[in-house]
């Protein structure tokens, strides 16, 4: 567990772990330069319980703590957790039986968000649909994983990076076999100060920094237009031309052929998403759409019926029309539902 400043909330994530119902582990705790207190919580958490074990590092960023904490551990398996999540009591148990009964090197799981955001917050399980979703986003949550010690120490986190966990993901997917349990594994927090949302644009260009290679590894044989259209597509920024959303719609179907059907209807929603985003593009992204969606074996879902109209229309996505379009295609369709019910 890397700490840096999060005295508001490092003793409840620390009581999430030592009260699991797994007993058998050692706490790592590494306080990376904290100049609010959590240090001295640190200190008075581990002078009443022999599990906690903690570092004191002058600042250095998240990876260079985690690379000290795996340094030192001295189990066969690494657990990740943040000082600001809570873990579900069963976690290290789920965990534990999952790998015993898959062949992974390494798993996570699905997290509810609390905090600013209450929602479920969904990841792909299998190794192929994750290696996929890795395109577009972190399809691993970094303090849901349990990961083989050798494989960690075999593979430092990159310190150089500010996405050290998408860094690693992309590192680890063509070596190793990845996975996530479909049950919830965190509570995980939400707040104005995540590094995600201090930093939205640099981990954009993080993402593309290491989602390039990426790509090429797992396709040495695409274009850079390939990955181009494709990096558009996991920004959300409209595609410029009915070519290259007509390429963009061949990857996403290939991407989705994988033996998981929420994943493929994930992957479908995506590319409505993307044609609606084109919508400037005219009626010929209705064509398009139509045209790719066989591939994701799905049905167009209820919210698709408003694309031929918005393409018609020609509207902007986020345009006061395509707002008030959006938002009666959500109401009829929740209708819908309630009336199927």
């Not at 990376?32 to 581990?46: E, F, I, P, V």
């Not at 390939?226 to 597509?233: C, E, F, G, S």
């Not at 019926?305 to 020609?314: I, K, N, P, S």
Request: with cysteine; net charge positive.
């Amino acid at each position: 567990m890397p700490v840096l400043d999060a005295g508001a909330f490092l003793d409840e994530a620390i009581h999430s772990i030592l009260t699991q119902s797994y007993p058998h582990f050692e706490l790592i705790v590494v306080d990376d330069g904290s100049t609010d207190g959590s240090a001295d919580l640190l200190r008075s958490r581990a002078g009443c319980d022999a599990r906690i074990r903690p570092l004191f590092l002058p600042h250095g960023g998240v990876a260079r703590a985690l690379n000290a904490g795996i340094a030192v551990a001295r189990g066969d398996l690494v657990a990740r957790m943040d000082a600001d999540d809570v873990a579900v009591p069963q976690r290290f148990a789920m965990q534990l039986d999952w790998m015993e009964r898959h062949p992974v090197d390494l798993c996570g799981g699905s997290v509810r968000s609390f905090g600013t955001s209450d929602r479920l917050i969904w990841f792909p399980e299998t190794h192929e649909a994750i290696s996929s979703e890795l395109l577009f986003r972190h399809s691993i949550l970094h303090p849901t994983v349990l990961m083989r010690a050798d494989v960690a120490r075999a593979h430092p986190y990159d310190e150089s990076a500010e996405l050290e966990d998408y860094a690693q993901w992309t590192r680890l997917a063509p070596l190793y076999r990845l996975s996530n349990l479909p049950a919830i594994l965190l509570r995980h927090r939400c707040h104005p100060r995540q590094v995600h949302r201090v930093m939205g644009a640099r981990f954009r260009e993080e993402r593309r920094r290491y989602g390039e290679p990426y790509f090429f590894r797992m396709f040495p044989d695409a274009a850079p237009a390939d990955y181009a259209v494709l990096a558009r597509v996991a920004d959300k920024e409209p595609l410029g031309s009915l070519s290259h959303l007509r390429l963009a719609g061949g990857w996403l179907a290939r991407l989705a052929q994988v033996d998981e059907p929420f994943f493929r209807r994930r992957m479908a929603a995506r590319w409505l998403a993307t044609c609606r985003l084109a919508a400037p593009l005219g009626p010929g992204v209705v064509r398009l759409y139509h045209e790719a969606l066989p591939a994701f074996g799905v049905d167009a879902p209820r919210q698709a019926r408003g694309l031929a109209l918005a393409c018609a229309l020609g509207l902007r996505h986020g345009s006061r029309l395509d707002t008030i379009l959006l938002r009666t295609w959500r109401r009829f369709g929740s209708r819908q539902s309630r009336r199927s019910a």
